[in-house]
């Protein structure tokens, strides 16, 4: 297979992991609505640091970069269920609960105030992300009857916030006591998956993060040296399995059945994956020629990220492209500003130009390449 491994990997590091800046940056936002939600709870409710409950792709390390920084950050919170009742002594229902934490959370700053969805309170930002704040109250605490709810539409409803982040870390850790770097690259494997489903977002409809994770999870190959590599193998495993059922579970849960995470045995957004996982190993089969060149190699990949021209500058001058294209991230975020020298540094105070959020690199075109 033609090795167009460092390519794959820097792209991965550029333009798909989040950098650490960014991550800083939400875990400030998410401090910073903790701190408001413990200063402004109603009195008698107990609240500490320990009662936040980290969730979704950023607690397990596969959160992926967005257009228009469409994050989506999860942060649960659990209650003692004696603590929610009114001054009459009754108590809270599930939005009632859900009205508390919204109004504790809110801030005049924001441009647009916290609103209840379904299953969660949503806090948005003016950079475009947002984040979710499930409401858990937790029953029996501190005996083994000990079990959370969940506020949502429907009222309270037994779950266990911490369910996938221990089933996910557990199973990262012991792919690396296999392996080094094994469970790492499932990790790389993740949001590399991530960013092959959203590269059309206006054309293809498919699985959320979630369901995609579980797959990728049950598909991957042991371990590749290489990440290319890797990745042609967990599409190879991964059109095989769709061929045989569109179904998928959720493999964090100890039960047996397990709860199905599709709607159906055809949910339309499988579908999708399975025919463009289809498209992906029909363009990437020129990588088997023995005869196949660099040129043939980066348009196969280009065509299965939509790598917005990065192949291609990393293929013309590698140091060059690394240095634009790694700061793309911090220019959506905000977080980079033009120095006196008219170079694009890290946002600092007081100094610098702020730059503009962009979407393209090098494109000056409405669409995406």
């Not at 090795?3 to 950098?19: A, G, H, K, R, S």
């Not at 994770?213 to 193998?233: G, H």
């Not at 999708?272 to 348009?299: I, Y």
């Amino acid at each position: 297979m033609f090795d167009y491994n460092e390519q794959v990997q820097v792209y991965e590091t550029d333009c798909v992991n989040l950098p650490q800046a960014v991550k800083d940056k939400l875990r400030d936002q998410r401090e910073a609505n903790r701190t408001r939600l413990k200063r402004n709870r109603p009195d008698g409710i107990r609240l500490n640091d320990d009662h936040f409950i980290p969730q979704g792709s950023m607690a397990i390390g596969t959160t992926v970069q967005e257009e228009n920084n469409a994050y989506d950050i999860d942060d649960g919170v659990w209650f003692h269920k004696d603590d929610l009742k009114k001054k009459d002594g009754t108590a809270f229902t599930a939005r009632e609960t859900q009205e508390m934490v919204r109004d504790a959370v809110k801030d005049p700053n924001f441009n647009k105030q916290p609103e209840i969805h379904n299953n969660c309170v949503r806090v948005f930002y003016a950079e475009g992300h947002h984040v979710d704040i499930p409401c858990y109250r937790k029953l029996d605490a501190d005996t083994d009857n000990e079990r959370q709810e969940l506020a949502g539409a429907a009222g309270f409803a037994t779950s266990d916030p911490t369910e996938i982040n221990r089933w996910f870390i557990g199973r990262v850790e012991a792919l690396n006591k296999q392996r080094d770097g094994a469970g790492s690259q499932l990790r790389v494997m993740i949001r590399l998956m991530k960013r092959f489903a959203r590269s059309r977002v206006e054309d293809w409809d498919m699985p959320n993060g979630l369901k995609l994770t579980m797959l990728v999870e049950e598909c991957a190959p042991s371990y590749y040296e290489r990440d290319d590599e890797a990745f042609y193998w967990l599409l190879s495993k991964l059109k095989t399995r769709l061929a045989t059922s569109l179904e998928v579970e959720n493999r964090a849960q100890t039960k047996t059945p397990k709860d199905k995470l599709t709607k159906s045995a055809n949910d339309a957004n499988m579908v999708e994956l399975r025919t463009r996982v289809g498209e992906a190993l029909d363009k990437l089969l020129v990588l088997h020629h023995s005869d196949c060149k660099q040129k043939q190699a980066r348009e196969a990949w280009d065509w299965v990220f939509q790598s917005d021209g990065f192949f291609e500058a990393y293929d013309k001058d590698s140091a060059k492209a690394h240095a634009l294209f790694s700061k793309a991230a911090l220019v959506n975020a905000g977080l980079a500003s033009t120095n006196s020298a008219g170079v694009i540094v890290p946002a600092l105070v007081g100094m610098g130009v702020p730059n503009l959020a962009h979407k393209f690199y090098g494109d000056d075109s409405d669409e995406q390449s």
